[in-house]
Every structure is written in structure tokens, then in C-alpha cells.
């Protein structure tokens, strides 16, 4: 019972499987805890801890005890038919813990959230099949009614009707077990347990279970011997051996008539293959005459390799395959995906428990309950940006009203209401709307405006609260030049944008931060006054010794705590203080202590939707004129995709480890999901167009051209290294340098000047004119006198190597290749859909010059990488 104790009796097992306490008994021993649980029945417990453990060897029929020792713990013994200290097993304080989770929660459309992260789907695929001969003999075990034999070879033979079945050559084994009745099913996973203990063991008997009436004696234990180690005389490959069920895997949730009768059939071949014991791969039929025709073929073939690849979407090569479902003459392979696909199913991030960031979960978006207002308008979200009070709503920390996470959105407007004169459909918009952690989001058109061309979507996300935060809070103190500011966590969101503001208004800044590379971060930005946002004490030490007597005229503090006494301290007479926290915020009462200090709260979440009309015309209108004009830039974005990383970005807010912005990219319904072009059509696309590129130039000119540019590279190595000292190389890199021009300065095949390069083939001209300009000046830069980046980029500028990348012959050719596999996957995408780009290593955007305007209206996002800021920055001068 629940108070005392459970004894048990275990089977005697006639084979140990070279162990001397077999591990079933001791799982047998510990489950018998399951009748001591004082919980209910449905409740799932897990093995937890094990405190001591003493093995002894137990001798004849097992009897297991289990014990109650505390509310959690018991202690198991194991004893033989004598008992004896040498003949026991004891496992002491055993510990079990509840399987919990949280209940369903259901959304406002009434829709299941969906808790985990991955589901399995079927998708249909092609495969190859060989042609196999007619008279291959097939062995069937425990046949599906009749059905399968039927559609198989004439020379398949039925075990139930052969008294030797194992006579001749095999070319394959097939379990069909898909019989209706729990008897019959038993006694087929008795036959796979049983070749499998035979297979392991030799000679051991397993013990006898009833066997239906119409079952072999054994055929299963020969077959399964047969394919590990007699291999076909044919083939020289393994026999397969292949698990038959009959409706047993759903393909489609709504699928009908779903059996789960021999579902344990898989999950046995599972463990048979991640054991490595038998090479069992499954297939799933539908019992229709398609079906079982493919099935004949499938079961005879060597292995399954369907041309899709393992991932789904990526194409690289063939994978292996051993479980299949066939649905009339179709073939399913097993594929991981997100739960529910939101280029299909728009979706909603809810708050199942508030307090703790693992309580966030995706849901199905349902229709919206009510009409569109005709002030409204109804927004795709494309990117929506965090800010620390979306933090203190997750876990339950806001101190104001209590509503939903996201505020900051850009997207594209689906609906407009019949009052809305300034936005139209499928115009960008960015702005405010409450809640928009979803496909779609309502919202006062009031709070939305057109969102300029300079910015993109997530970076206008980065501007909306920061921004328009700090331009009121500027506009209120009349911040203008020479007025001393203080700004706490300068490296945050608001405080990069406030940087910005204060230093085009020419206005000094005395920037507080933590992390040493905030700290890096703003001494790139021109910050010459710094302090530590760690330690009141600390940062108010370095104020005064920065401010040398003189008082501070505003400050914008997003900290708390002693930071904000600290700063009042260090404002002078009438000086302002614009509070942007959400915590630690001082009452009216104790504000107006300070009668020095004019102390003002900014909560722009609030203000915002108490005058809309003044928040659209003074703020929102200003901060896209001054976006348009490039007054206003941007902020460093972590983005983090809000399907698989929104948590990540919830943490890495909440751990304060950002130096910007943190933007949810939504990316549902215009991102393309996979690839619509397989690698085999691709690589035959780049062929073709590889060929008529190779044809359209003079290849014999162009090696002859390639080979007289290398000959003038070589003369201007000969020059440099004539007479250089090498002990005025310096640098180390230099020194390699100088290694490798030691080796490639032979030749002297006589004198060749640029131009004749240019008359053998006018393509390399590029190169000609960059080896001119740089081969001259190479003993200097070796000897570090010269600069190689301002003979490479003269003045910053690109002009001198973007037409080798861009303009030449082999520049061009490559570039070409890479255009027709993008117009291939373009050409292959559905209506309505689009791509995201990422391009590694772009350095001077030769290839996106050429690429971009194939993507002009199939791409979504095109991400410009490169590990020289320099390039990035042209890159954004040119191309954002």
C-alpha cells in the first residue's frame, strides 16, 4: 500500500545476456515504487537520484520489495529465493519526481497552443525505384489479410504456408503486421523479440507465449540471422528486412481511420537500429491498390534515397531513408518542422505564465472578433522592436497597467479604415500598436505614418520609442548647445539615439555605461566624458572630477536607485531631470523635495494614446522628414526570429548584454520556406550558363592575356626586392610578405609593360591598371613608408578595385554563374513569395551590384556581410 511496502515476483530468466543481475529486473524492481505513490493514478514520475546502491548476485526465482523511507524516497531491494547479504541488491533513497506541465491555454479564437517546438510531417517525395526482375523470391511473414502477397512477385512465398521458407535466395524479408487483433500482434512483436535475443545470444530459449492459430514456428529468428550474416550471393548486400503496418501513421492530422494498434511495431524497429541490432526499416500502406503495387517494388529495393536531402527545404544531396509511409502511389519520408508553419498559419506571441521568459509561446492567429473601426488600420507586421518594459510585462514586473508585450512595429498596411486618409493599402507604415507581437495587428491610424525609403523595417523599429523619447524629453528641457547633459546607460537603445540627438544639437554629453565594451562602443561614437553606470558612487565621483565645479543643466536617466539622487545632486539651479525608467520612479511627493530640480516622468507608451493627433503630427511626421533627410540614422540591431529564437531575444534584453536595439523579425507570410529548385535542376542551370559564358570569350587570348599578367606582376616584384635591406621590413605581416615575394620574383622572360597585357585581351584591363598603381609602390609598403590601404582605397574611395571585382573578364564570368542560380530560384518561386538573402564575405559588393536587381521584387531581405567596416559602411552608402 501507500504506507508500507510492495513485493512483486519476477519471471526467472533463463538467459542473463552475460550480465549477472540482469538490467530488466532491476527496471522491474524500481517500478514496483509506482504502487507506493501516494499521488493520482495519472501522473507521470521519473527516476531521479539514487542515494547508495549495493549489487549483490541473486540467485533462483527474484523478488522484488520496494519500501517507503520519506515522501519522495524508497528503497528497493532485489533478493534471490535464499536471501543473503552476497545475494542482494539494494538501491537505498531512490527518488522519483513528478512529470508536470502547464495546463492548455487557450487563445481568444480558441485555437490549442501549441507548447513544443517541433512536430513530424510527411512531405511527399520522389524516388528512383530499380526495375527488379519477376522471379526474386520474398519471404512474408504474418501477411496483411492476404493483401500484400497478392500485389508482390509470383516467387514471394507466404510463411505461413511454407514448412522451410529459408530454402534459396532471398532477396528480401518482410514483416506484415498489420493483423487486427492484440493476440496477433503480440505474437508478432514476440517473433521480433525473439530473432533479436536468438541474434544476441545464441542458444538461448526465449520463453514460450501463445501464438495464434494460423502463426510459423520461428521463421523470423533464420531470416534475421540470415541478412546480418549471410549475405546474398547476389549482391554481396545484406538482406533488408522490412516492418509492414497498415494505417498506423498519420500523414495529415485530419487523416481518418488512424490505427495505433502496431504503432509499437516502430518504435521497436526504432530501438533495433539505435542499438544496432537489426537494420528493421518500417513502411505504412493505406491498403489500396496503389499502395501495395509501390510497396512490391519498395521492399525490394536496397536501400531508399530520395533526391530531396535530409533537410527539409535543402537540397544537397540524397539521404538514406528507412521508414516510409505510401498513401495510394505516393511516398512520405519523416521531416522535423515548426509546429505549425506560419508562411501558412499567421501567428500571435502569448504569455501563458507571466513571470518567467519560458512561459512565451506561439499560437495560431485567429480572424480579429471585431470590425475594423474606421480609424483603424490593419498592419502585416514585419518587425517589431523590443524594449525593457515588453521584459517587465513577461514577468510580471510592469508596475503599470497590465497589458500585452510590443509596442515599436513596421509593416505593410492590409486594411484601412473609411476615415484614414494618409496611408493606402500595401503601403509601408511604422509606429505604435499595441500587442503587435503577431501576423497582424490593429491599431489608431493616428499612431502610424508612411515609412520612409532610408529606413528599413527593423531599423525603423529601432527608432519609434527611443527616438520619439528622447525628442520630447529634449524638446521639454530645450536642450540646446553648450547645455551640459547627463546621460545614464548611453549605450542602450535610448541612449544611442539621445548621443546623436545631443551631438547635432552640439550640446556636450557625459555618457554613463557598464560593460567595457559599451564603453568602447561609445568612445567610437566621439564620447570624450565617461562613467561607470555600475556604482552610484563611483559615477558621481567621475561626474564631479569631468565637470570641475559646474553643474549639470538636464539629465536623462533610465537607471535607479542611488543613480537618480546622485544626478539631482549634480543639476544646477532650474536644471531638469527627465526620468525614462519603469522602476525605482520617485513619487510626486518626493520630487517636489527638490525645489531646485523640475523632475519629470516620460512614459511614451502613455502619453502616446492620450493624444494621438499630437503624437502623429509633432513626433511620428518629425522623425520620418528628419529619416528621409538622413538626419537620423538607425541603431545596431540584434534581430532574433520570433519562431525558433524568441526567448533568446527576451534573454539577451533582459541580461542588458545589447548596445542597441532588439528586434523580433516576424518574416511569416512573404518568406519563402524552402528552396523550389533542387540542387540536380540548379547545377544543370549553372552548367548551361557557365558553358555560354566560357564560349562567349576568346579563351585562348585571355590565357595568353593572364599569363603576360603575371609576368608584369613578377617584373614589379623583381624591382622592389632589388637591393632591399631586409631588416627595414618591420612589421610581421610585412615579413611574410617579403617571404612570399622571395619565391615569386624568378622568371626575367624579358620586359612586358601594361599595355600589351591590355592588346592581348581588352577584359583584364582592371587588373592592369590595379598591378599598375600598386607594383610600383611595393618596396615601400614592405618597408612600411606606404600606406597598402590608400593604394588600395585612395582616400577611402573604391574606385581603384571595385572594376576588378565588377568589370572584368573573370570577374564578370563569376558573377554571371551566381546571377543565373538566383534567376533559377526566383524563377521558382510561387506567387507572392520571397526570399532572404545572406551574402558572406561581400567585401566591395561586386556580386550584389550584379545581383540585386534580379532580386528587386523577390526579396524580402537582402543581410551584406563582411569582416572590414569599411566595406559595410560603402555598402550602405550605396546599396541601403
Known amino acids: 500500500g501507500a504506507d508500507g511496502g510492495a513485493a512483486a515476483r519476477l519471471r526467472r530468466r533463463r538467459c542473463l545476456g552475460g550480465t549477472q543481475v540482469h538490467p530488466a529486473d532491476l527496471d522491474g524492481a524500481l517500478q514496483l515504487t509506482a504502487l507506493l505513490a501516494k499521488s493520482a493514478g495519472s501522473e507521470t514520475r521519473l527516476p531521479f537520484s539514487i542515494g547508495e546502491a549495493s549489487l549483490g548476485v541473486p540467485r533462483g526465482g527474484l523478488w522484488p520489495v520496494a519500501t517507503r523511507t520519506a515522501a519522495d524516497a524508497q528503497c528497493v531491494w532485489l533478493l534471490g529465493e535464499q536471501p543473503s547479504s552476497a545475494g542482494t541488491v ?31 510531417a510527411w512531405p511527399s517525395v520522389r524516388c528512383d525505384l530499380q526495375d527488379t526482375p519477376p522471379d526474386v523470391k520474398l519471404l512474408v511473414l504474418d501477411d496483411l489479410g492476404g493483401l500484400l502477397t497478392s500485389s508482390l512477385p509470383t516467387s514471394a512465398e507466404h510463411a505461413e504456408t511454407s514448412p522451410e521458407p529459408l530454402e534459396g535466395n532471398w532477396k528480401a524479408v518482410v514483416l506484415a503486421a498489420g493483423a487486427s487483433l492484440v493476440t496477433e500482434q503480440l505474437d508478432v512483436l514476440h517473433r521480433l523479440l525473439s530473432a533479436l535475443q536468438e541474434l544476441r545470444h545464441p542458444g538461448c530459449t526465449p520463453p514460450s507465449t501463445p ?254 520609442s527611443t527616438w520619439c523619447t528622447v525628442h520630447v524629453g529634449f524638446e521639454r528641457i530645450s536642450l540646446r548647445g553648450r547645455r551640459r547633459l547627463l546621460l545614464h546607460a548611453a549605450a542602450g537603445g535610448v541612449g544611442l539615439t539621445a548621443l546623436e540627438y545631443a551631438q547635432w544639437l552640439c550640446a556636450p554629453a557625459l555618457c554613463t555605461a557598464g560593460a567595457p565594451h559599451k564603453h568602447r562602443l561609445l568612445r567610437r561614437q566621439g564620447v570624450a566624458l565617461m562613467a ?89 511626421r518629425v522623425l520620418a522628414q528628419r529619416a528621409s533627410a538622413e538626419v537620423v540614422h538607425s541603431l545596431p540591431v540584434y534581430e532574433f526570429d520570433i519562431v525558433h529564437r524568441v526567448q533568446d531575444a527576451f534573454r539577451f534584453l533582459a541580461n542588458g548584454k545589447n548596445t542597441g536595439k532588439v528586434v523580433l523579425r516576424m518574416s511569416c507570410a512573404h518568406v519563402a520556406p524552402a528552396l523550389q529548385l533542387g540542387f540536380g535542376a540548379l547545377r544543370s542551370r549553372l552548367d548551361a550558363s557557365a558553358g555560354a559564358a566560357a564560349a562567349a570569350i576568346d579563351l585562348d587570348r585571355l590565357a595568353d592575356a593572364l599569363s603576360l599578367l603575371d609576368r608584369l606582376c613578377r617584373q614589379f616584384v623583381r624591382e622592389a626586392l632589388k637591393g632591399l635591406d631586409p631588416t627595414t621590413v618591420v612589421k610581421w605581416h610585412h615579413k611574410l610578405l617579403l617571404q612570399w615575394c622571395a619565391g615569386a620574383r624568378d622568371g626575367g622572360e624579358g620586359q612586358v609593360d601594361g599595355a600589351a597585357v591590355e592588346r592581348a585581351h581588352a577584359g583584364v584591363a582592371p587588373e592592369v591598371a590595379l598591378a599598375s598603381r600598386c607594383g610600383p609602390h611595393l618596396r615601400a609598403a614592405l618597408q612600411g613608408t606606404t600606406a597598402y590601404q590608400e593604394l588600395l582605397f585612395p582616400g577611402g574611395s573604391m574606385d581603384a578595385v571595385l572594376p576588378v571585382y565588377q568589370d572584368a573578364v573573370v570577374a564578370n564570368f563569376y558573377n554571371g554563374v551566381v546571377l543565373a542560380a538566383v534567376e533559377a530560384v526566383v524563377a521558382g518561386l510561387e506567387d507572392g513569395r520571397q526570399l532572404c538573402v545572406l551574402e558572406v564575405g561581400a567585401g566591395t559588393g561586386g556580386t550584389a551590384a550584379m545581383v540585386l536587381p534580379a532580386l528587386q521584387n523577390a526579396c524580402a531581405q537582402y543581410l551584406f556581410t563582411d569582416v572590414s567596416e569599411v566595406f559595410l559602411l560603402q555598402a550602405q552608402q550605396r546599396f541601403a
Open 90 to 120: 539494494r538501491l537505498g533513497d531512490f527518488e522519483t519526481k513528478a512529470l508536470t506541465a502547464p495546463g492548455p491555454v487557450a487563445s481568444k479564437s480558441g485555437a490549442k497552443v501549441r507548447s513544443w517546438r517541433y512536430a513530424c
Open 211 to 464: 501464438r495464434s492459430r494460423n502463426s510459423a514456428p520461428n521463421p523470423f529468428i533464420a531470416a534475421g540471422a540470415s541478412s546480418l550474416h549471410e549475405p546474398a550471393p547476389s549482391d554481396g548486400m545484406p538482406i533488408p528486412l522490412w516492418v509492414c503496418t497498415l494505417g498506423v501513421q498519420p500523414i495529415l492530422l485530419s487523416e481518418p481511420n488512424v490505427r495505433c494498434t502496431h504503432s509499437a511495431a516502430w518504435g521497436l524497429s526504432r530501438a533495433c537500429r539505435r542499438e544496432g541490432v537489426l537494420s528493421l526499416h518500417c513502411l505504412d500502406l493505406d491498403a489500396t491498390a496503389d499502395s501495395l503495387s509501390l510497396a512490391a517494388r519498395v521492399v525490394l529495393q536496397p536501400s531508399i534515397q530520395p533526391a530531396e536531402g535530409s533537410v527539409r527545404g535543402l537540397r544537397v544531396g540524397p539521404s538514406l531513408e528507412n521508414e516510409m509511409v505510401l498513401r495510394r502511389d505516393n511516398l512520405h519520408i519523416a521531416r522535423l518542422v515548426s509546429p505549425f508553419e506560419l508562411d501558412r498559419v499567421p501567428a500571435r506571441l502569448t504569455i501563458a505564465r507571466k513571470g518567467a521568459i519560458t512561459g512565451l509561446r506561439l499560437e495560431p492567429q485567429g480572424e480579429f472578433e471585431s470590425e475594423l473601426l474606421s480609424s483603424e488600420v490593419e498592419v502585416e507586421v514585419r518587425a517589431v522592436g523590443l524594449n525593457f518594459r515588453d521584459v517587465l510585462i513577461v514577468l510580471d514586473q510592469y508596475p503599470g497597467p497590465r497589458t500585452e508585450p510590443g509596442t515599436d512595429c513596421a509593416g505593410v498596411v492590409r486594411r484601412v479604415g473609411g476615415n484614414v486618409r494618409h496611408l493606402s493599402r500595401f503601403a509601408p507604415s511604422f509606429g505604435t500598436a499595441f500587442g503587435c507581437l503577431a501576423a497582424y495587428a490593429r491599431t489608431d491610424a493616428r499612431m502610424q505614418v508612411a515609412k520612409p525609403a532610408a529606413l528599413s523595417f527593423e531599423g525603423a523599429t529601432t527608432l519609434i
Open 532 to 620: 561607470s553606470s555600475r556604482d552610484a558612487a563611483a559615477s558621481t565621483l567621475g561626474a564631479q572630477r569631468y565637470l570641475c565645479g559646474l553643474r549639470l543643466h538636464a539629465v536623462l536617466n533610465s537607471l535607479s536607485a542611488d543613480f537618480i539622487s546622485a544626478a539631482c545632486a549634480l543639476l544646477g539651479e532650474r536644471g531638469r531631470f527627465e526620468e525614462i525608467g519603469k522602476r525605482g520612479i520617485w513619487s510626486q511627493g518626493r520630487a517636489g523635495a527638490i525645489r531646485h530640480v523640475a523632475y519629470d516622468v516620460r512614459d511614451m507608451s502613455a502619453e502616446a494614446p492620450m493624444n494621438p493627433e499630437w503624437f502623429q503630427r509633432s513626433v511620428l
